[in-house]
């Protein structure tokens, strides 16, 4: 099969999953429109932002596209939005994305980062594109964060200079990050538990698999919700085998899986349909506590017998998966299900890609002698 036909055949996937959910003709041919350009991430955060704005318009039709200045020293930037159904006093689900690209990753490396974050950009507009000429009973911002790579400065400058009576009627924050890899995963730590129900919901009508997934020494575009109080979940799809290629030459097209892509916005697409007919009230509590991961420190000793780099575990919480594995603090972890560690980012990136029943093999030496664990998640 040709380049041309594969690629026709991916965009009929996603016809066929915009089709699923009884939306018109001009609204599959918009998507349609929206999806080819997943392929064509600018390399800049500046013509990132302007093909964001343009795509926007495209999915918005006669709604108006919004702009806030934002500004991080020398550099200018803007949060480009749109707004659905909020003419009224009804509560506001933000659905949010960053526009914006890693400085060192466009200008260095030379790549732009089809994952992080184009691909939750164009699943934004593709959202606000399948659900405008709906009727919705709440009202819904499509938003992209410029900035957000220098310390959330887009989000922290919209809920600054929206209105007071906007902000107070922003029900959660849902924002969208690195799509398009593997199965769509929420930051449990860092996401309300009842937005989590929700978002497991609709998942359940889908019968799509997700998981929910601890991750920590991280930021999420959605903190700057949290700290007004305002409920949020940040919604993903690393795995353990790609997320350290997020802000690096592998951030590219071969890692971007149309089906994958497919099942996220039907599963996205329904989570705003259960949010839209949600009657209960959305919480802040989110599950900061739960499964705290041990302690890493980064050991290089012994590359002598084969196995390279380990990670020696400096100390352990007893509520990880590592001690209930039977790890303990001074062991050195070598492979993780076959695959050789060599940083404790690699051990850390085990909380994108965990599910419940999951099996995790360990290779790790205790002393002088070799061991195996074997622990189900």
């Given at each position: 099969?040709s380049?041309?036909?594969?690629?026709?055949?991916?965009?009929?996937?996603?016809f066929?999953?915009?089709?699923s959910?009884?939306?018109?003709?001009?609204?599959?041919?918009?998507?349609?429109?929206?999806?080819?350009?997943?392929?064509?991430p600018?390399i800049?955060?500046?013509?990132?932002?302007l093909?964001?704005?343009?795509?926007?318009?495209?999915?918005?039709?006669?709604?108006?596209?919004?702009?806030?200045?934002?500004?991080?020293?020398?550099?200018v930037?803007?949060?480009?939005?749109?707004?659905?159904?909020?003419?009224?006093?009804?509560?506001v689900?933000?659905?949010?994305?960053?526009?914006?690209?890693?400085?060192?990753?466009?200008?260095?490396i030379?790549?732009?980062?089809?994952?992080?974050?184009?691909?939750?950009?164009?699943?934004?507009?593709?959202?606000?594109?399948?659900f405008?000429?709906?009727?919705?009973?709440?009202?819904y911002?499509?938003?992209?964060?410029?900035?957000?790579?220098?310390?959330?400065?887009?989000?922290?400058?919209?809920?600054?200079?929206?209105?007071?009576?906007?902000?107070?009627?922003?029900?959660?924050n849902?924002?969208?990050?690195?799509?398009?890899?593997?199965?769509?995963?929420t930051?449990t730590?860092?996401?309300?538990?009842?937005?989590?129900?929700?978002?497991?919901?609709?998942?359940?009508?889908?019968?799509?698999?997700?998981?929910?997934?601890?991750?920590?020494?991280f930021?999420?575009?959605?903190?700057?919700?949290?700290?007004?109080?305002?409920?949020?979940?940040?919604?993903?799809?690393?795995?353990?085998?790609?997320?350290?290629?997020?802000?690096?030459?592998?951030?590219?097209k071969?890692?971007?899986?149309?089906d994958?892509?497919?099942d996220?916005?039907?599963?996205?697409?329904?989570?705003?349909?259960?949010?839209?007919?949600?009657k209960?009230?959305i919480?802040?509590?989110?599950s900061q506590?739960?499964?705290?991961?041990?302690?890493?420190?980064?050991t290089?000793?012994?590359?002598?017998?084969?196995f390279?780099?380990?990670?020696?575990?400096?100390?352990?919480?007893?509520?990880?998966?590592?001690?209930?594995?039977?790890?303990?603090?001074?062991?050195?972890?070598?492979?993780?299900?076959?695959?050789?560690?060599?940083?404790?980012?690699?051990?850390k990136?085990?909380?994108?890609?965990?599910?419940?029943g999951?099996?995790?093999?360990?290779?790790?030496?205790?002393?002088?002698?070799?061991?195996?664990?074997?622990?189900?998640?």
């Open positions: 099969m380049k041309r036909n594969i690629f026709k055949y991916l965009c009929g996937l996603f066929v999953a915009i089709s959910h009884g939306l018109s003709a001009e609204i599959n041919k918009i998507a349609g429109e929206i999806l080819k350009e997943i392929y064509n600018p800049n955060s500046t013509a990132r932002a093909k964001f704005s343009m795509l926007l318009q495209r999915a918005a039709g006669n709604l108006k596209v919004k702009t806030q200045s934002i500004k991080y020293g020398s550099t930037s803007v949060n480009i939005y749109v707004e659905l159904n909020c003419d009224n006093d009804l509560p689900y933000v659905i949010s994305s960053h526009t914006d690209t890693d400085s060192h990753r466009s200008t260095v030379g790549t732009s980062g089809i994952i992080d974050n184009w691909s939750g950009c164009i699943m934004n507009v593709s959202l606000l594109a399948s405008k000429d709906i009727p919705l009973k709440n009202g911002i499509f938003i992209g964060f410029g900035l957000e790579e220098k310390g959330e400065i887009g989000s922290k400058t919209f809920l600054k200079k929206i209105s007071r009576g906007l902000r107070d009627r922003i029900k959660a849902i924002n969208l990050e690195c799509l398009g890899m593997s199965s769509l995963k930051w730590n860092r996401s309300s538990d009842d937005l989590e129900h929700l978002f497991l919901k609709a998942a359940g009508k889908t019968n799509i698999k997700v998981a929910m997934q601890s991750l920590y020494n930021e999420s575009d959605a903190d700057s919700f949290r700290r007004k109080k305002i409920p949020a979940i940040t919604i993903h799809s690393l795995n353990l085998l790609n997320s350290s290629y997020i802000n690096s030459v592998y951030d590219s071969d890692l971007f899986r149309m994958i892509f497919t996220s916005f039907n599963v996205l697409h329904e989570l705003i349909n259960v949010l839209d007919n949600n209960s009230p919480r802040m509590i989110d506590s739960k499964d705290k991961p041990a302690k890493y420190a980064l290089t000793i012994d590359k002598e017998n084969g390279g780099d380990g990670v020696q575990l400096a100390s352990i919480n007893p509520n990880s998966i590592e001690y209930r594995a039977g790890l303990r603090a001074g062991d050195i972890i070598y492979k993780i299900n076959k695959y050789p560690v060599r940083s404790s980012q690699e051990i990136s085990l909380e994108y890609t965990l599910s419940q999951d099996t995790l093999d360990f290779v790790v030496k205790r002393n002088s002698s070799v061991k195996n664990f074997r622990v189900a998640y």
